[in-house]
Structures are given as structure tokens and as C-alpha cells.
């Protein structure tokens, strides 16, 4: 049965900085991808960024680049997602994913999803 599990979640205040884990069982992160996804309060799910062990390649949308950093404990089976010089617009709730790929679509797994809030 696959798993993934976020945590590290909470209120942060704006330029503050935040790390989220994904923990993940069930399958290996060197064959799957995972991502981090967001939603917005009143917005669509976005994508943040993903990783790729079997390709060693990631991808990360321009709001964040910079910002955030997507690693990966192959050890842990765990994907962080490192946050700093958070702003409010950061908000919102935030999922991994894994599927085969760094590929929207193909992501069949997903946490529940963890708040960030960013606020003074």
C-alpha cells in the first residue's frame, strides 16, 4: 500500500522559512517521481516542483525558484521541500504527489495535504 505523509507544516511569518516532508512508503523513489503541489485559498492546485531520481532531474515553477529548494533522502524514502523568504501569497495547502514521471497527470499518489500559512 503507498503512503505519503507531509508534515513541517504551520504559520510562519512573512521572509520566515519553512521545511515540509513528504514522508513515502510503498514504492521507491528510484523509480517514481514525487512533486509538491499547493492550493491557494479560492485558487487551482498549482504545481511547485518536482524531483526525479531516475532521470536525476528536477523541475520548479519561476514564483518560487530561488526561494524553495525539492531534495530527496533516498535512505528515508522522504522528499523535502525547504522554504525561505516566505511571502503571504505562499499560503495555501500543500500536497506531494508520486507517480512515473515529473508528469501532472501521471501522479496516481497523493498525501492529504498539510496548511502553510504565512502571515504577521
Known amino acids: 500500500q503507498v503512503q505519503l505523509v507531509e508534515s513541517g507544516g504551520g504559520l510562519v511569518q512573512p521572509g520566515g522559512s519553512l521545511t515540509l516532508t513528504c514522508a513515502v512508503s510503498g514504492l521507491s523513489l528510484n523509480e517514481y517521481a514525487v512533486a509538491w503541489f499547493r492550493q491557494a485559498p479560492g485558487k487551482e492546485r498549482e504545481g511547485v516542483t518536482c524531483i526525479d531520481e531516475r532521470s536525476a532531474s528536477s523541475v520548479i515553477v519561476d514564483s518560487v525558484a530561488g526561494r524553495f529548494t525539492i531534495s530527496l533522502d533516498s535512505t528515508k524514502n522522504s522528499v523535502y521541500l525547504q522554504m525561505k523568504s516566505l511571502k503571504p501569497e505562499d499560503t495555501g495547502v500543500y500536497y506531494c504527489?508520486?507517480?512515473?514521471?515529473?508528469?501532472?497527470?501521471?501522479?496516481?499518489?497523493w498525501g492529504k495535504g498539510i496548511l502553510v500559512t504565512v502571515s504577521s
Open positions: 504527489a508520486s507517480g512515473y514521471g515529473c508528469i501532472e497527470d501521471n501522479m496516481n499518489y
